[in-house]
């Protein structure tokens, strides 16, 4: 089967995020500069201010052509074939391992505590060794994690693994990969932060980047909060369309209220900022944090 995708809203507050969105479409009056824009939703039955272009949109219409939306999109190849199949990913040999050490341990200890440890690695058939940053050993991780909960049982597994023999960028789009999917799914302990090489080469640097993208996943993770302060119906009807938010108390208040994940070795200035500091790389602002 397919992965369960992840999500960040419930169904409540889906429904909430909708029905304030059609609330501000019919309430609050959106900027349209296009007058065939105007035209189209003058007839559509849209309340319409041309002199203004500005319009309010009923939930009604909102509705209605939202259900015009074809649910499915078919791609297909340059051959005019479907593009590609997924297969799936077994792990009953890994499973029915942990199972044979449960039982052993339980009839040495009754009641041995037990972590279920997922160690799933690829095989790099063309060289010879094993791989840790891969999309199947992601995938089996997280069949893993999945297996150690349904058993009501903590699960310890790797993750922000790469196997790049340096810190460069390739070491990053695993890791992030690595530590996603067992952050994502849930796990109880992860190991392995500070290694790259497939897990044979231990870095200061790396432990500091790795810090770095534990926080942004973790905070990503976290999703946002739905709520009718949050959705601040009150302050979008004060500013209106043509206003801005930055002097809101509102938005001051959510600014300062830890929402907002804050880089430490990131660079995210302006490039002239950065040339002026030196140019550094984030490798570089690793080794300075670290000393």
Known sequence: MRLTQLTVLNEKEISSIHHASLKIL????IVVYSTNVLEL???AGANVDFKEKTATIPASLVEKTLAAVPAKITLWNRNKQLAFTLGEERSYIANTEFLSGVVISQLVRKAAPIIYGIGSIDFNMREGNALYA???TAILK???IQLAKSYRILSNTMGFDTDSLYLDTQSTWETCLTGMNSLGAEADIIMDLGTYGTSLISSNEKLVIDNEILEMLYRFLQGVEISPETIAMDVIKKVGPRGNFLQEEHTLHYLRSGEHWEAEISNRCLYQIWLKRGSPDVVENATAEHL
């Open 41 to 43: 939703l003058h007839h």
């Open 134 to 136: 891969t999309p199947e």
């Open 26 to 29: 019919s309430e609050v009056r």
């Open 142 to 144: 997280i069949v893993g």
